[in-house]
């Protein structure tokens, strides 16, 4: 072989090297969990949240230095490739399906020169510092323990900038969410989520580090802890100058609350909400909890909920098992708390159609009235908060001197009379009616 073909057949090897490096060079994020979780709940008495924040720090500065030419240099062979990167937070379901998503950091590369002396030239890049993963997850025994990947997304052309890529990811979630509630709503969304999916996966896909669990709150056995960090450090060694040390940091932190629905402050609501509040914030993936339960897969449910918003409304008997089906179906969406609120608020929104049945009262039985009234709301304004009573009275004698009252037989319901004096139905306002001797 001559010294030209030997220098040749160098320069190809060098290229390869440096144009497909080894596997084994790559390198990820390393995660170092935080402390355990503080709180103890008991199953759907809270929310969980997961938080997230990106840090980039110059000898243990803050900078604003680029984070992906940081990551570039200090993860070795990965994204190494003229193109589009974005790198992104997600969370695992058991199954390794991504319930949600969030992109942290996009950059584009380009290279220039010629050969094996080409150069890569970052040309943008835009980044998220903080944000929330996800919120308003129920929490529960298998609920409670969540999984997390930092993963890379990569395209040789520019297919969608940041902010974009996130307006995807939610809608993504919010078609899990309302596929998850049991709604007819999932099947407007999935068209459009099956189309963002089938577009993602034409990004060349790779884990930038391992997974990681976290924990939400206590229940039986050890917990996974409540936070933890994904971090990568390098040094930089410099001939004229002092090395410099880098850290990229993405924290993750999760977190509970009670209510979302409304404000809890020790153990009432602060301050009292109008139902119509309540139903502007209780929602289930952006949509009214109304628009939820008349879209229920459960057909029982939708049906009540349609013929309560029926100029008809809703007569048969059985309204009170009707009424507890909608309770057993927002407790699948919302805490204890928030259920009790929120179906408050849907026996004020509905309270004319409810009070016209003559089973009403069935709706407001003493334990969901205890519970209401628990939190410091008010049933008084509901028509059916107590049954209509009319007394009625006989008269013996009208000159044997004692007062009518006296003669009082019994209390009986009367509700055509009640129908008749109040022109409604199940008024909680009660009449003595006293009959005169002429029977008027």
């Given at each position: 072989?001559?010294?030209?073909?030997?220098?040749?057949?160098?320069?190809?090897?060098?290229?390869?090297?440096?144009?497909?490096?080894?596997?084994?060079?790559?390198?990820?994020?390393?995660?170092?969990?935080?402390?355990?979780?503080?709180?103890?709940?008991?199953?759907?008495?809270?929310?969980?949240?997961?938080?997230?924040?990106?840090?980039?720090?110059?000898?243990?500065?803050?900078?604003?230095?680029?984070?992906?030419?940081?990551?570039?240099?200090?993860?070795?062979?990965?994204?190494?490739?003229?193109?589009?990167?974005?790198?992104?937070?997600?969370?695992?379901?058991?199954?390794?399906?991504?319930?949600?998503r969030r992109a942290i950091v996009q950059a584009r590369r380009e290279k220039s020169g010629w050969f094996i002396f080409a150069r890569v030239v970052k040309e943008s890049e835009a980044r998220e510092w903080y944000g929330e993963l996800i919120s308003n997850l129920l929490v529960r025994p298998d609920t409670n323990n969540i999984r997390i990947k930092v993963r890379s997304y990569y395209t040789k052309d520019s297919k969608l900038d940041l902010t974009t890529f996130n307006l995807f990811a939610d809608i993504l979630q919010k078609t899990k969410v309302l596929g998850a509630a049991n709604t007819a709503l999932d099947a407007v969304w999935r068209p459009v989520a099956q189309q963002i999916e089938t577009l993602l996966s034409s990004y060349q896909q790779t884990d930038v580090s391992d997974i990681a669990s976290l924990s939400f709150a206590k229940f039986n056995g050890d917990p996974y802890a409540a936070s933890g960090t994904f971090h990568r450090e390098y040094i930089q060694n410099r001939d004229d100058a002092p090395p410099i040390k880098w850290k990229v940091r993405v924290?993750?932190?999760?977190?509970?609350?009670?209510?979302?629905?409304?404000?809890?402050?020790?153990?009432?609501?602060?301050?009292?909400?109008?139902?119509?509040?309540?139903?502007?914030?209780?929602?289930?993936?952006?949509q009214p909890i109304a628009v939820i339960l008349a879209s229920s897969k459960t057909d029982a449910v939708q049906k009540f909920m349609v013929d309560l918003a029926s100029s008809g409304g809703y007569a048969d008997e059985d309204i009170g098992e009707k009424c507890d089906l909608v309770s057993s179906e927002l407790a699948k969406h919302f805490s204890v708390?928030?259920?009790?609120?929120?179906?408050?608020?849907?026996?004020?929104?509905?309270?004319?159609?409810?009070?016209?049945?003559?089973?009403?009262?069935?709706?407001?039985?003493?334990?969901?009235?205890?519970?209401?009234?628990?939190?410091?709301?008010?049933?008084?304004?509901?028509?059916?908060?107590?049954?209509?009573?009319?007394?009625?009275?006989?008269?013996?004698?009208?000159?044997?001197?004692?007062?009518?009252?006296?003669?009082?037989?019994?209390?009986?319901?009367?509700?055509?009379?009640?129908?008749?004096?109040?022109?409604e139905k199940n008024s909680d306002k009660t009449f003595q009616v006293i009959p005169t001797p002429n029977g008027n």
């Open positions: 072989m001559t010294k030209r073909a030997f220098l040749v057949l160098f320069l190809l090897t060098l290229c390869l090297a440096i144009r497909f490096p080894t596997a084994a060079l790559a390198q990820s994020l390393t995660f170092e969990k935080g402390e355990q979780p503080a709180t103890e709940i008991q199953p759907n008495a809270a929310y969980g949240s997961v938080k997230f924040s990106l840090e980039l720090l110059q000898n243990n500065r803050p900078t604003n230095r680029s984070v992906y030419e940081v990551l570039l240099n200090s993860l070795s062979s990965l994204m190494k490739e003229a193109g589009e990167y974005t790198l992104t937070i997600e969370i695992l379901g058991n199954n390794d399906e991504v319930l949600a924290k993750i932190s999760t977190d509970t609350t009670a209510a979302r629905v409304a404000l809890i402050k020790n153990g009432k609501l602060e301050p009292k909400p109008s139902y119509t509040d309540v139903l502007a914030a209780a929602r289930v993936g952006d708390t928030d259920k009790v609120v929120t179906y408050w608020a849907i026996l004020h929104l509905y309270r004319r159609k409810i009070g016209a049945n003559k089973n009403a009262t069935d709706c407001l039985h003493e334990t969901v009235r205890e519970q209401i009234v628990a939190l410091g709301l008010n049933v008084d304004g509901l028509p059916f908060s107590k049954p209509a009573v009319v007394a009625t009275a006989r008269l013996e004698s009208v000159n044997d001197g004692k007062p009518a009252a006296d003669k009082v037989d019994r209390a009986i319901p009367s509700q055509e009379l009640v129908e008749r004096v109040l022109g």
